[in-house]
């Protein structure tokens, strides 16, 4: 595991969910890559170091992934993804579960299947009503009166997510 990221590879986890959805459509896969973000952020990401707690044993990465969320219509967007996924290149027969290769990623790898199981269950626009709810994306999207996609504050994020679990 990188000292800064879960997955230094996007694709990999890109990969994993396509794997792990029942209907993995453009929109469901970008809302999933934006919920694991923000959850792992606000959890696993947000932990006080100099504290005592469960994980004072484990170093978890900030970060998931390095977030590059922009604020679109629909809610939350990686851009470079979102092309890729135009252009096909996560093609059917390379959609796999990611295989852990240390404790602390069999931890995050099931946390984000947990997450990813509950993301299964709810239809894209009630994904995208979710991710309205978030001012981390309605604020960037209102400042461009919906007009551009605006860049997304990963701290916005990891503040608001820490707030909801805690």
């Known amino acids: 595991m990188d000292k800064d990221f879960v997955f230094s590879d996007k694709d990999d986890l890109v990969f994993h969910i396509y794997k792990m959805l029942d209907n993995p459509t453009l929109l469901k896969v970008q809302k999933s890559l934006y919920f694991l973000w923000a959850y792992y952020s606000g959890t696993y990401g947000n932990v006080d170091k100099s504290e005592e707690t469960d994980f004072d044993q484990t170093n978890y990465p900030a970060n998931l992934f390095k977030p590059e969320f922009e604020a679109w219509k629909y809610g939350p967007v990686d851009d470079k993804v979102y092309a890729k996924q135009k252009s096909g290149l996560y093609p059917k027969d390379k ?5 852990p290769k ?60 820490a707030k909801l679990v805690d």
Do not use: C
């Not at 959609?95 to 295989?99: D, L, N, P, R, T």
């Not at 299964?120 to 978030?134: A, I, W």
């Open 102 to 161: 240390t404790s602390e990623e069999v931890e995050v790898v099931s946390f984000i299947n947990d997450l990813l199981s509950q993301i299964n269950k709810v239809n894209d626009f009630g994904l995208v009503n979710r991710s309205h709810e978030d001012e981390s994306w309605s604020n960037p999207f209102k400042s461009t009166h919906g007009q551009q996609h605006a860049g997304m504050d990963p701290d916005e994020i990891r503040k608001e997510y």
């Open 95 to 99: 959609w796999k579960e990611y295989q």
